[in-house]
């Protein structure tokens, strides 16, 4: 009885924790033309911005590559395009957890 509870409290976390690191691509596909980034990056093709698959790959690994994303997205840092600087676009949502999201999925290409 003790062994068949603690297998079922053990199962119970691991659908908790996969349910966490699940990213929803729709939503995140859908805030980022909400925000026209599309308009600069591709997920695969270079545009004005780097794809999304070379932001990923830049950042493998590294464990401050989330915190770095989401200040990129959020606080408008200055970029080059077509020579000229300019301010970068900020994501259009003020909710962490849809913020996070958009920027777990960038780091998943
Ligand atoms: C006007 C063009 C433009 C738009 C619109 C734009 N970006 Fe960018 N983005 C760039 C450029 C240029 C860079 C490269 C900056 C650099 O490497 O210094 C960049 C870099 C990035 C990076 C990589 C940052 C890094 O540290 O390597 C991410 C992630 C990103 N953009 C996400 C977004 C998101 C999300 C949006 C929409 C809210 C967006 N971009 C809209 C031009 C744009």
Do not use: W
């Amino acid at each position: 009885m003790k062994i068949l509870l603690t297998l079922t409290m053990a199962c119970g976390l691991m659908t908790t924790s996969f349910a966490y690191a699940a990213v929803d691509a729709d939503a995140a596909m859908a805030l980022l033309k909400k925000s026209d980034c599309f308009k600069c990056h591709s997920i695969d093709k270079k545009k004005e911005g780097p794809p999304y698959k070379e932001v990923a790959k830049k950042y493998k690994g590294k464990a401050d590559a989330e915190d770095k994303l989401i200040k990129h997205i959020t606080t408008k840092p200055m970029v080059e395009v077509d020579g000229k600087k300019e301010e970068h676009r900020a994501i259009k949502s003020s909710d962490p957890a849809e913020i996070l999201n958009v920027v777990q999925f960038i780091l998943s290409q």
